[in-house]
Structure formats: structure tokens, C-alpha cells
């Protein structure tokens, strides 16, 4: 019986990547749920259990070093080595230049930045050791420039190059690294958007479709498709990728 991969899945309670969790569940794989409260990631667990997966949620700052090693050490010992790890956990704090403060940046690029790259020196020990490893990093469209957010569009450029040296350092390892840019994806993160421009979601999401090729906004599961591939034994041969998830061409 072939054994059974581990993920490790962070910013899992919601949106996107909760939909990834349920995901790589549904492809056989155990996952640790990682968000920053343990008990925002129940209902994610429990809905992955209910389908007879494995899952555990994990409380932890990715941001923090300790944490990030509490959290993919307890996910090791409850569920196995982590060969498998979605680099999924953001915040926004959107403003103009001008108007942006220093926790504003430190932030985003704490959370982003840092927060992959403790995950990823983490995890990627265990990925070495089996010979196999998948690692897979939230992007975004934003990457390409948008304004008022000049600290997300910089952590997620620089999200892509972190992919691009992962994959030349792990690749002898079987170890592939890839990225994953969403582009309009209908989740509360951006309902939090539209209620800070004062529009209705609705609204909102319309005034987006009528600006994508194909004539709708994403969803969590466009994207959860996205990493099951990135993840799969399929994709062996693909690593140091940007894949853009918008509904048209981007970069």
C-alpha cells in the first residue's frame, strides 16, 4: 500500500485555502489546516473527516519562527512527515503610498514574505529526506502592479522569484516548487474590499466579470484545481512555474 502523502495547507480555515484543503483531502492526502486561531479551522476539518479523510487544525503565526516549528512538527507526529506544503496564508492592508504606515508593510511582508519562507526551511527537511516534496505558493495577479497596494503586489513578486530559486535548490531532491497567481476570486477577503469601497458584493463582483475574458469572477475551487495538479505526482516535471488563475492572459 502506497503511503499516504501529508500536506500542510496555511491560512486553511477559509476562502481559498480551505477549498485547497478539501482538495488535496479529496486526492488522498492528510492535512494540517494552519490558520492563525486553531479554532477557525474546525469546519474545515470536520468537513474533511466527514469524507473519511485524515486532518488536523494547527494554530500558529506563520510569521513567527517557533510557531512555524511547533506547527510542522505536530503535524509530523499527528499525521506523518510533511512532504506536501501550500503557502496560502496573506493579509491585506491596503493604501496609497503616501498614506501607507509602517505596520501597514511590515505586516503584509511578515505574513507573506517571512511566513513562506519559515514554512517552506521547515518543511522542506522533511521533503529532502523523502526524496519528494511539493511546494506551492499563493501569488496573485497583484504581482503585476495595482494600485494602493504597492506592499501586497511587492510580497507577491517576490513570491514568484522565492519559487523560481526553490525549484533550482530542490529540484535534485524531487522536490518542485511552483506558484499560483489568482486573479478576481470571490471570497471574503474581497467582500471586505467591496464593503471598504462602499459597494454592494454583488455589485462588485459584476463590475469584475465584465472585465474578464472569460465573463466571470474565479472561485476558491478554480484555484484548489490548480494546486491538485501543482501537487500531484503529474507534475513531476514542472517546477519553478507561475501559474496565473484569472480567467485571461496576465504576465
Known amino acids: 500500500m502506497t503511503e499516504q502523502r501529508v500536506a500542510i495547507v496555511t491560512g486553511g480555515a477559509r476562502g481559498i485555502g480551505a477549498a485547497i484543503a478539501r482538495r488535496l483531502a479529496e486526492q488522498g492526502r492528510a492535512v494540517a489546516v494552519v490558520d492563525l486561531d486553531e ?60 498614506k501607507m504606515t509602517d505596520d501597514d508593510w511590515d505586516a503584509v ?17 522533511h521533503q529532502v529526506q523523502a526524496g519528494w516534496g511539493r511546494i506551492v505558493s499563493l501569488s496573485s495577479t497583484s504581482a503585476l502592479g495595482n494600485r494602493g497596494q504597492a506592499n501586497y503586489a511587492a510580497v507577491k513578486a517576490g513570491l514568484q522569484g522565492f519559487t523560481k530559486t526553490l525549484a533550482i535548490e530542490l529540484g535534485r531532491y524531487g522536490v518542485t516548487a511552483n506558484a499560483i497567481a489568482p486573479g478576481f476570486i470571490a471570497t471574503d477577503m474581497l467582500r471586505q474590499t467591496a464593503e471598504r469601497m462602499k459597494v454592494s458584493f454583488d455589485d462588485f463582483l459584476a463590475a469584475a466579470a465584465r472585465e474578464i475574458p472569460v465573463a466571470r469572477v474565479g472561485q476558491p475551487q478554480d484555484v484548489a484545481e490548480a494546486a491538485a495538479f501543482f501537487t500531484s505526482d503529474a507534475a513531476s516535471f514542472v517546477s519553478g512555474q507561475v501559474l496565473y488563475v484569472a480567467g485571461g492572459p496576465k504576465a
Do not use: C, K, W, Y
Open 39 to 98: 479554532s477557525s479551522t474546525t469546519e474545515v476539518v470536520e468537513a474533511i473527516r466527514a469524507g473519511s479523510g485524515r486532518a488536523i487544525g494547527i494554530g500558529a503565526d506563520v510569521a513567527e519562527a517557533e510557531a512555524v516549528e511547533s506547527a510542522v512538527a505536530r503535524a509530523a507526529d499527528e499525521l506523518g512527515a510533511p512532504t506536501i506544503l501550500v503557502n496560502n496564508a496573506g493579509i491585506l492592508r491596503d493604501n496609497l503610498l503616501f
Open 109 to 125: 511582508v511578515a505574513v507573506h514574505l517571512r511566513g513562506a519562507f519559515l514554512m517552506s526551511r521547515a518543511v522542506q527537511r
